[in-house]
């Protein structure tokens, strides 16, 4: 955690960047964009996967829980894409 006059002096030269080279920032917004969908994609697919295993070896508790977790992953990944758009 920053305090309250580092992270002032941190927003101020962000502000400064920024203005100064909005291409950079463009980039870097971007690829920080990409890498969260990524890890979002990774999770989905090994939930997928998982789901099937535990709802029969862990049993069906186990199953509706992963079918929920999935379920808000959807609405998480939902969420980012309309954000992207």
Same mark, same amino acid.
């Given at each position: ?40 994609? +990774?999770?989905?697919?090994? +939930? ?38």
């Amino acid at each position: 955690m920053l305090s309250k006059e580092d992270q002032r002096r941190f927003d101020q030269i962000t502000r400064q960047l920024r203005e100064s080279d909005p291409a950079f920032f463009a980039r870097l917004d971007h690829r920080i964009r990409g890498r969260r969908g990524r890890y979002l994609m +990774l999770l989905t697919i090994v +939930l997928w996967a998982s789901l099937p295993a535990m709802a029969v070896f862990a049993g069906r508790v186990a199953g509706a829980i992963c079918a929920v977790v999935l379920i808000a992953n959807a609405a998480v990944m939902w969420r980012f894409r309309r954000r992207l758009t």
